[in-house]
């Protein structure tokens, strides 16, 4: 019985999601930016009516308005497409709200199915693990969809370190050192030093999220995660409540570590086609920055076969060059 009464909740929210997302793009564009003439009468609604969409998409009024309002099972591809152009969807956007309509056309059988394959622990193979330690000096991780840091080699856990310390940024999975990048973004006040610009990092961490939603709309474990980020998070609430959606597969990011300073660094994200949900996260800096200096620093401290990792304190700041 509360397979049952996951399912409904969960298909309920889907349509949710579907009208709301809808909703929001629309609502960010405005006419004179489509080409289309205002005639100056006065506008009761943001953006798009939704007899203007209809029109830019080339289907009725009446197909869009059910579309919006949560019919959009058995809508075909090019119907989808034609209304992704017409809201001028990106391709984060465009992935998203097929997921959707692709989750909304699901079976329950299917749908059970996905919710008891979520439940399952990810497991980080032994060639990965060989190939994030042979890394050395570049900080590695291997991610989860969920964004749990399931495994990282010595200078990956260097970098991170508040997160490996936080209390309230446990793995989802229970697995002994993995810890969630979205529990530490919103749950653990050290984030906001941790990353200078917590704005645009958090930003960019729901808008990704966001698209995880889409692609897994029946994960059971992913769903209670951002339960309870919206309940103990009004930030993530503001944010999820947005409907931004946003790829973030490569760019760049500033930390401030406590104990050697600012880091600046590149980031590439790598998906792992025989993991499926897996993805491989690596940090950079350019020769002859003081991000390298400090990461060289860090390195050599994380080399020395005679330091105790859990006990020895890493190198002081002002030994690294500004």
């Known amino acids: 019985m509360a397979i049952f009464v996951v399912m409904d909740r969960q298909s309920l929210e889907l349509n949710n999601d579907i009208k709301e997302f809808l909703t929001s793009r629309r609502e960010q564009i405005t006419p004179d930016k489509m080409g289309l003439p205002i005639y100056g009468e006065r ?17 009725s009024v009446d197909y869009y308005t059910r579309l919006e309002r949560d019919h959009i099972k058995g809508a075909s591809h090019e119907v989808l497409q034609s209304v992704a152009k017409a809201l001028q969807l990106n391709e984060a956007e465009t992935a998203y709200f097929f997921d959707l309509a692709h989750a909304s056309a699901a079976t329950p059988v299917n749908r059970r199915r996905a919710a008891r394959a979520g439940m399952k622990d990810p497991v980080v193979r032994e060639e990965l693990r060989r190939i994030i330690d042979a890394m050395g ?8 969809d969920r964004r749990d840091l399931l495994y990282a080699n010595q200078m990956g856990r260097a970098i991170f ?19 969630n990048v979205a529990r530490f973004m919103f749950l653990d006040p050290a984030a906001h030093e941790f ?3 917590w704005d645009d990092s958090a930003a960019d ?7 995880v939603a889409g692609k897994n709309p029946f994960d059971t474990v992913f769903s209670n995660l951002l339960g309870e980020l919206l309940a103990r998070s009004e930030d993530f609430a503001q944010l999820w409540a947005a409907h931004d959606v946003r ?7 500033v930390i ?9 660094l590149d980031f590439e994200t790598l998906e792992l086609p025989a993991d499926e ?5 690596t940090y950079s800096a350019a020769p002859n920055t003081p991000t390298y200096e400090r990461l060289s620093m860090l390195a050599s401290w994380m080399a020395d076969p005679h330091t105790d990792e859990t006990q020895a304190e890493l190198p002081n700041s002002s030994d690294i060059s500004a």
């Open 137 to 144: 000096d570049i900080p590695a991780f291997i991610r989860t």
């Open 247 to 253: 790829l973030h597969r490569a760019g760049h990011k």
């Open 161 to 179: 370190s508040p997160l490996y310390e936080s209390r309230v940024s446990p793995g989802l999975s229970g697995q002994a050192n993995t810890v």
């Open 43 to 59: 506008r009761l609604v943001k953006g798009l009516r939704r007899e203007e969409v209809a029109m830019l998409a080339g289907v």
């Open 195 to 197: 990353f200078p610009h």
């Open 205 to 211: 961490l729901v808008a990704s999220l966001r698209g």
């Open 256 to 264: 401030v570590h406590p104990v050697v300073g600012e880091l600046s």
């Open 277 to 281: 949900g897996l993805a491989m996260i």
